[in-house]
């Protein structure tokens, strides 16, 4: 008798996830959210190419359901059932998913997007599961393993069957696992070998020295990605400040005077890049990614007018009174960002970044570098390649360079000083303004947006030197680097105090700056 | 407001008058200065009585007038302008709030510590609860700071707009350090919520009107310091290295120990001022620090003319009233009329006020 009702119990065991097999998606709109986890956890185990779609909506939010628990899938408002043909009674409510779940369909999907026939979104299913695979996808992990062609989506795979065999019953297999993990740079793997080193989580020896091994491996590759990161956002920063204070050190070295409102140009090209940005949303949304091109000459234009309308009726009346020039374009500086609290308000612009700047390249697990930085150090060095050129294959940068040597001189030789300065003021704001550009696609656009590069850039120009190209571009990449590797050191405040502390000293022995241009004029 | 409207009004008098009268009148400012603290002791409903509010506010620009004298001695006389007297000003003025809060705390630590869970104070801390070691340190630590960075500077013969830079680069640095809470000065709080100085209440009209004469004589003081310097033959080297500094080390003159002691004497007349202004204004905080704070010194001196010793008195007076006058009536355009200071003043009047009136005395 037993062995009959055994047998009946079998059977409908064996009917049960047949039955459910008639709706997933109605199954997991019935169910209780902890109902629902372990549906997604069986699923995730027992992958399935048909129900993709299903939680590939569930995981953008489009599941619904209806007053009858009917599930639909919403695509563009409108509702289609999501088994069968069944109409909606009333409007269907969205699913409301707990963070647990989110993460639960994440894995799941995944575990899905292992069958498709993409080798790029395997490869990207397979490192999600790295971080996410649970101890029941392991026979899945397994048959993946063996029957993956392409080999990159093996290797992430390998890995990822790694991080469930380290606790594998077998000490072969979690041997094995553990050396594995060494050869990745994966953050996640260190936490995970830091563990293994407990006796009491991994109580076989030769596995725990295998794991110190292993962690010293990873520590290593994340250190160098760390130590890239920081060259990076050193990099960064100093094109930053290059395009900050290439325009300074030009008009410094042109004038001998310091624009106080040189940082008013940065912000105002990054308003006139909002600018921009607001008209292309306007009149030409379906080309709004082309703004920031668009934005360049624009910024270039504005500022370098209003930098060449300064000089011609503040800037040219204080000519050998430096420090008065000095304190007149601090004034000018006061005036442009209170001019621009009023017209556009005290709080930040929102400028977006295009689709082309947004995103970055995963160079290692512990490492992106994003598009809009490497754009900006590209623009930096091609706005330097082309202030070069100017400077030294025009008859404009030829003016420029004479008057910079000696004013009085190259005025005998018939150089229209008076032009020259304003051009060459022009020119100096003008990058400034598209210095901006490259500012407002990285940070907040606010009216005080100059003020906290203004300091920096003139200590760039100090160390610098004027009248050299090559100083200023050492001076702000070596600054920007050496302020992004003091900063985790000691603190980023810390870092600028010490800078300062060293540029003081450093002027002992170069007073004119890292490159000076050699003259005999003495006052 | 009257001071500033007096001032100028009296000034524009003494400049047609002549020195006797220049000297009248200076008197005559002196003994309202003098007279405004004791009216203030008069009962509230007496028709001279001085409110609490104008005695603040004019001895709060009577300290800034003593930074624009300070800020002259170096610029006006010296040619360094520096861009970073804010700092001196702070530091002086922190020092004197260390002592003030360690007064408010009793026996215990300042209430900003508790909040951090400290359990013992900074080692700079120590010794502040005595006032007379907070009145050392108040000429030490801006009168140290100015010696180190002087000697520096002036040994690599910075000047001119590097000098001003650089001084404003310290300043911008000071700030930043003093806005970490884990410096130990109260973070971007500061320090506020004194009690008692010397064990008498700091906002009795007794402790005010004390605070305002001490105000007044070191204003004095330092204006007498500086007439005496202008007139020796150190304030004629230092003119002289103003105007030709190539020129006078031909001469056999070594720049700078001159250029050094006036920048020291200069800061420590900063941190003197910022000591008298913390007790009487109740708060100090690091946006004191702030370069723009140093650079509106800049125009005061400008405005009232450089190289005089009467010209940063009335620069200050004039500015600061007009910044109290403009917040309160019209707080948008503030920013505006400074700007346009800046420019007019650098553009039309390049000897100030005092130039002005010193040209309309000769007509």
């Known amino acids: ?523 | 407001m009257t001071m500033p409207m007096n001032q100028t009004l009296l000034a524009r008098a003494s400049a047609k008058l002549g020195p006797q009268a220049s000297i009248a009148v200076g008197l005559l400012v002196l003994a309202i200065l003098v007279a405004m603290p004791l009216l203030h002791l008069l009962p509230a409903d007496n028709a001279l009585h001085v409110s609490a509010y104008s005695l603040t506010l004019v001895g709060k620009i009577l300290c800034y007038c003593i930074v624009a004298l300070a800020l002259d001695l170096v610029w006006g006389y010296a040619g360094l302008l520096s861009l970073g007297h804010g700092l001196f000003f702070a530091l002086g003025g922190y020092a004197m709030g260390m002592y003030l809060m360690r007064e408010a705390a009793g026996d215990g630590l300042p209430a900003f510590m508790s909040f951090l869970a400290w359990t013992e104070l900074p080692w700079y801390w120590y010794g502040t609860s005595n006032f007379l070691w907070a009145l050392c340190l108040v000429v030490l630590a801006p009168g140290l700071l100015a010696l180190v960075f002087g000697f520096f500077a002036f040994r690599s013969r910075i000047k001119g707009v590097y000098f001003s830079i650089m001084t404003q680069a310290l300043t911008f640095a000071g700030m930043l350090l003093f806005f970490r809470n884990e410096t130990g000065f109260g973070g971007n709080n500061g320090f506020t919520n004194f009690r008692t100085i010397l064990g008498f209440d700091i906002t009795s009209a007794h402790t005010r009107a004390v605070l305002f004469l001490a105000t007044v004589v070191l204003l004095v003081a330092s204006l007498y310091l500086g007439w005496r310097l202008a007139r020796s033959k150190f304030g004629r080297v230092l003119t002289a290295l103003r105007d030709a500094e190539n020129r006078l080390m031909f001469c056999g003159y070594n720049p700078r120990g001159y250029k050094l002691f006036i920048w020291v004497l200069s800061a420590v007349l900063c941190g003197l001022a910022g000591a008298l202004y913390v007790p009487q204004v109740g708060i100090i905080n690091p946006s004191e620090m702030s370069p723009t704070n140093s650079i509106e010194a800049a125009v005061w001196v400008a405005l009232g003319g450089r190289g005089t010793l009467i010209g940063p008195l009335l620069g200050a007076g004039l500015v600061n009233g007009m910044k109290s006058w403009f917040t309160v009536a019209f707080p948008e355009y503030w920013l505006f009329a400074l700007g346009f200071l800046f420019i007019v003043v650098t553009l039309f009047l390049p000897k100030g006020v005092i130039g002005l009136l010193r040209k309309k005395g000769e007509q």
């Open chain 1, 1 to 523: 008798m037993p062995t009959a009702v055994t047998r009946i119990l079998l059977s409908l065991l064996l009917l049960l996830p047949l039955a459910a097999h008639a709706g997933d998606a109605q199954d997991f709109v019935a169910a209780n959210p902890a109902k629902q986890a372990s549906l997604l956890e069986r699923w995730s185990a027992a992958p399935e190419a048909a129900r993709l779609p299903l939680l590939e909506a569930l995981q953008q939010g489009r599941v619904a359901a209806d007053s009858a628990k009917t599930a639909f899938i919403e695509t563009a408002g409108n509702y289609q059932a999501a088994e069968g043909e069944a109409q909606p009674l009333d409007t269907p409510k969205k699913l409301r998913l707990n963070n647990r779940l989110r993460g639960l369909i994440a894995t799941a999907v995944a575990s899905h997007q292992l069958l498709v026939d993409d080798p790029v979104l395997r490869l990207a299913a397979a490192q999600q599961l790295q971080k996410s695979a649970k101890p029941a996808q392991l026979q899945l992990l397994n048959a993946q393993v063996a029957s993956e062609t392409d080999d990159a989506v093996r290797d992430a795979l390998t890995l990822a069957l790694a991080n469930l065999q380290l606790v594998d019953s077998d000490l072969a297999v979690r041997l094995a696992a553990v050396r594995l993990l060494g050869e990745t740079g994966d953050p996640l793997a260190r936490t995970r070998l830091e563990t293994l080193l407990d006796p009491a989580v991994e109580s076989d020896p030769t596995v725990r020295t295998a794991a110190e091994t292993s962690l010293a491996q990873v520590k290593r590759k994340l250190l160098i990605g760390e130590l890239l990161g920081q060259a990076f956002s050193g990099l960064s920063l100093g094109s930053i400040l290059l395009l900050a204070a290439l325009g300074l050190a030009i008009t410094f070295g042109l004038l001998g005077v310091i624009n106080m409102a040189h940082g008013e140009m940065l912000m105002l090209g990054a308003y006139s890049t909002y600018m921009v940005q607001v008209l292309f949303q306007r009149f030409a949304p379906e080309a709004l990614a082309l703004y920031p091109l668009v934005a360049l000459p624009v910024a270039f234009f504005v500022t370098a007018a209003i930098g060449m309308a300064l000089e011609r009726t503040v800037i040219r009346h204080l000519y050998g009174r430096p420090l008065e020039t000095l304190l007149a374009t601090w004034g000018i500086s006061l005036i442009l960002i209170q001019l621009v609290r009023v017209i556009f308000g005290a709080q930040n612009v929102e400028v977006a970044n295009p689709y082309w700047l947004s995103g970055g390249i995963q160079v290692l697990p512990n490492l992106v570098l994003p598009y809009n930085r490497i754009v900006i150090i590209g623009f930096a060095l091609f706005v330097v390649v082309l202030t070069w050129l100017l400077l030294n294959k025009t008859r404009l940068g030829l003016n420029v360079r004479a008057v910079t040597q000696n004013r009085n001189m190259a005025a005998c030789c018939g150089v229209p000083t008076g032009r020259v300065d304003m051009l060459a003021f022009g020119l100096g704001s003008g990058i400034a303004g598209l210095g901006g550009v490259a500012l407002s696609q990285i940070g907040n656009v606010g009216p005080d947006l100059g003020q906290s590069y203004i300091i920096d850039s003139f200590l760039v120009v100090v160390l610098g030197g004027v009248g050299q190209l090559a100083g200023s571009v050492m001076a702000a990449f070596g600054l920007g680097i050496a302020n992004k590797i003091l900063e985790p050191q000691i603190g980023a405040v810390l870092g600028k105090i010490l800078i300062l502390a060293l540029i003081i000293l450093f002027i002992q022995k170069r007073p004119q700056g890292l490159f000076a241009l050699k003259g005999r004029v003495i006052d």
